[in-house]
């Protein structure tokens, strides 16, 4: 598969011009990034879940902040879960927060707080993948384990030039096997973070910069001038058009209403955090965003409210549409209609919890529920400067 090497078993010598090229530039280029100071399994396992999906430069802050308030697994362990999804808030993919914190409590309960060198037993631990294995134990331990993520499957396809789409499992394996191959193991953290960092600063997704690149000399995809084909395209799932409209109750004293179980829709959409009451909308919403499908919005979201939380029939005028939001969650197209309502007082639910509407921006909640939250809080700021003039 890889050039220099397909169908015939490596030089020596070829391999390690290859290792040594990448591992001289990574010395000579790599980014000064807060997870690279330690070797603390635990910090680099905390950076490698919050990486996942998520950009480097929103992950320092995050990663900083969440290191000064739980700097060991033992703190981890016995804070609340709504503390590390506090500090979690703004990042999304919230069942990244609450592994980590199931996986410090096993850590703790079982392997006396310290993060397996085992890689069976680490493989246990709740959210903890191939991937992050790897990394985890490579970089902590120096476990000659090859990590392979997005970044590291794409050089390895362009290096090989492999056509084939890289999420196909056969390829995915056979991928995994060529960085094992490749794997200095005399240095396999720095080889595998050399890899990621290759991927993330030259072979970029878009435009790939091969004439920076240490390992052009051995790059097929280059020779053959695919550089910018390779990887193949994915051919994309049809995203699904899913319409929502949800409920923020205003009290007179500021106080809306947020439920900790889904309404009837997917509990994905929120993250499974706390949530304005809302529903799927049914029938055809594909006018989701126009104007004209706002008043069937508010007609189910009315009933729902009145058959579900027990809110008496309110007058059409404490109801307030606010502008439709667009969100969207892996392969859905989610379109909000926001309602505000006024109510004299908020429905007690089993689920429910009152809590003042200006502070929920801040609560850890999905960023849905936040855009609704400060779509409610704009549109109350606009009313009352107009009441004042
Ligand atoms: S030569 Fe270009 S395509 Fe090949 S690995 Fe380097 S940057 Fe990627």
Redesign the pocket.
Known sequence: MFPPLAGRKPSGATLAAFRRALLQWFAAKRRALPWRKSRDPYHIWVAEIMLQQTRIAAVIPYYEQFLERFPTIAELARSDEAEVLGLWSGLGYYQRARNLQRAAREIVELHGGKFPRDAEVARTLPGIGVYTLAAVLSIAYGKPLAALDGNIAR?LA??GAVRSPLRDPQTRRKLQEEAQRLLASGNPGDWNQAFME?GET??TPRA???E??P??RW?R??GMEL?NEIPTKRILREGIRVTLAAAVLCDPRGETLLLRSPGRHDAVLFSRLRQFPAIEIIGDMRDGVREEAKPRATTQIRNYLRDELGLPKLLKKSFRQLPALRHAVTFRDVVLLPVLVRVARLPRHSEGEAVPLQDVPHMPISSATRKIARAALTALAGSSNQARN
């Open positions: 050089v362009r290096l290759l030259v072979c790939p910069r091969c920076e690149c390992m052009a790059c995809a280059r550089q």
